[in-house]
Nanobody, 119 residues
Framework: QANVVETGGGLVQAGGSLNLSCTAA????????MGWYRQAPGNQRELVAS???????TYVDSVKGRFTISRGSDRYTIALQMNNLKPEDSGVYFC?????????????WGQGTQVTVSS
């Protein structure tokens, strides 16, 4: 059973909206933050948005004002509401869970979900 599961994504026209969801397995403890990364063909994976245990959200400049990250009350689920989508938002979106141990931070990744925005 995967520890990080994503749902959502798909094909949408420019200006449209999509919602992504991510659920971490409840056996995961000491979660420090959860977030979304994306990777377009030929590009490096980049952080899109993240939210920490204090519900502080951070965004890459290119999505500010258009994307909103939120965390569920059970603290194991996050969602990314993406509005006014642009073709440059296309890529594979990966959910990331960071767990803190005594000595370091461990990254857990979902399998990725495709987002395609047509012009």
């Amino acid at each position: 059973q995967a520890n990080v599961v994503e749902t959502g994504g798909g094909l949408v026209q420019a200006g449209g909206s999509l919602n992504l969801s991510c659920t971490a397995a409840k056996l995961m403890f000491s979660i420090e933050s959860m977030g979304w990364y994306r990777q377009a063909p030929g590009n490096q994976r980049e952080l899109v948005a993240s939210i920490n245990n204090n519900d502080r959200a951070t965004y890459v400049d290119s999505v500010k004002g258009r994307f909103t990250i939120s965390r569920g009350s059970d603290r194991y689920t996050i969602a990314l509401q993406m509005n006014n989508l642009k073709p440059e938002d296309s890529g594979v979106y990966f959910c990331n869970v960071k767990r803190r141990t005594i000595t370091n931070v461990i990254d857990h990744w979902g399998q990725g979900t495709q987002v395609t925005v047509s012009s």
